[in-house]
């Protein structure tokens, strides 16, 4: 199954590597020195990582250097803000209930 | 509506963890009423144009509500199914909500939702969080939302053009 943007960056090193890259495009060998972590375990991390499209590579010469898909956080973040407009709606409807409930009750 | 009850919404990524604190102009009995009474339950908990209807609701521990998300069109948008895993009257209660069929299938994994209820100056706050493993049933449990609205605005847009054509 392909994981989730919740599934990446619930684990720290991904937003760490997340947080980095963000300022600048890295190449797994920097990000391995980096984090103090074998090559092994960084490809696991951008695996993931470039799954969800949260990085992606561009080839510059011999080297792979990873990007942050800064469009791909920004859905995640209106996702939330849809939900949180999802929200608000259901509790102004709570709102009148609760009024309506209140003056039944009078 | 009440501009001055605290409504605060905060996503916590790394524990997976949506947290929504609000408060209610009303006492803490009639809050616990509108969140566990499937009849009141039915009058708010879909955001409109969407509206809840409850198949069936058993408030108890190990009981259910059965119930489904009607859009504009008067069609069944998704079916949930929560099921309560711990009930303290007026304070606190605990569900399982998943995403089903008709047939009440369970589309598993779903979401832990934790509800804290308190009343202070005859105010009600209510606390949720909601512990989502994937974020793949979030992304559903908006989009159910997010489409009818939509449906909703361009119907209301054909509406106006038909009125300007006459």
Same mark, same amino acid.
Request: hydrophobic share 40%.
């Given at each position: $199954?392909?994981?989730?943007?919740?599934?990446?960056?619930?684990?720290?090193?991904?937003?760490?590597? =997340?947080?980095?890259?963000?300022?600048?495009?890295?190449?797994? /060998?920097?990000?391995?020195?980096?984090?103090?972590?074998?090559?092994?375990?960084?490809?696991?991390?951008?695996?993931? =990582?470039?799954?969800?499209?949260?990085?992606?590579?561009?080839?510059?010469?011999?080297?792979?250097?990873?990007?942050? /898909?800064?469009?791909? $956080?920004?859905?995640?973040?209106?996702?939330?803000?849809?939900?949180?407009?999802?929200?608000?709606?259901?509790?102004?409807?709570?709102?009148? =209930? =609760?009024?309506?409930?209140?003056?039944?009750?009078? | 509506?009440?501009?001055?009850?605290?409504?605060?919404?905060?996503?916590?990524?790394?524990?997976?963890?949506?947290?929504?604190?609000?408060?209610?102009?009303?006492?803490?009995?009639?809050?616990?009423?509108?969140?566990?009474?499937?009849?009141?339950?039915?009058?708010?908990?879909?955001?409109?144009?969407?509206?809840?209807?409850?198949?069936?609701?058993?408030?108890?521990?190990?009981?259910?509500?059965?119930?489904?998300? %009607?859009?504009?069109?008067?069609?069944?948008?998704?079916?949930?199914?929560?099921?309560?895993?711990? %009930?303290?009257?007026?304070?606190?209660?605990?569900?399982?909500?998943?995403?089903?069929?008709?047939?009440?299938?369970?589309?598993?994994?779903?979401?832990?939702?934790?509800?804290?209820?308190?009343?202070?100056?005859?105010?009600?706050?209510?606390?949720?969080?909601?512990?989502?493993?994937?974020?793949?049933?979030?992304?559903?449990?908006?989009?159910?939302?997010?489409?009818?609205?939509?449906?909703?605005?361009?119907?209301?847009?054909?509406?106006?053009?038909?009125?300007?054509?006459?």
């Amino acid at each position: $199954m392909k994981p989730d943007i919740f599934q990446a960056i619930a684990d720290p090193t991904r937003r760490a590597i =997340l947080t980095l890259i963000a300022i600048q495009a890295l190449t797994p /060998n920097v990000m391995a020195e980096k984090f103090d972590m074998t090559r092994q375990a960084v490809s696991k991390h951008i695996k993931v =990582l470039q799954e969800c499209d949260l990085i992606r590579p561009e080839p510059s010469g011999r080297e792979i250097y990873y990007h942050f /898909n800064a469009k791909k $956080m920004q859905e995640f973040d209106h996702w939330l803000d849809q939900f949180r407009k999802n929200w608000e709606t259901q509790f102004n409807q709570l709102d009148e =209930l =609760l009024s309506t409930l209140k003056k039944q009750k009078k | 509506m009440n501009k001055d009850l605290l409504f605060d919404f905060n996503v916590d990524k790394a524990a997976k963890t949506v947290k929504i604190t609000r408060e209610f102009d009303a006492p803490q009995a009639l809050v616990w009423d509108a969140f566990t009474q499937a009849a009141l339950l039915d009058q708010w908990n879909a955001p409109a144009p969407m509206r809840a209807k409850t198949k069936y609701m058993d408030f108890k521990v190990g009981g259910r509500r059965f119930y489904a998300m %009607i859009g504009p069109d008067g069609a069944a948008a998704g079916w949930v199914v929560q099921e309560y895993t711990a %009930i303290t009257p007026i304070t606190h209660f605990k569900m399982y909500n998943t995403f089903a069929d008709q047939e009440e299938n369970r589309q598993l994994p779903g979401s832990e939702w934790d509800h804290t209820f308190s009343e202070q100056n005859g105010r009600t706050t209510v606390r949720i969080a909601i512990y989502n493993e994937s974020l793949a049933r979030l992304e559903k449990m908006i989009e159910l939302g997010f489409q009818e609205a939509l449906t909703m605005t361009l119907t209301t847009l054909e509406e106006i053009l038909k009125l300007i054509e006459k």
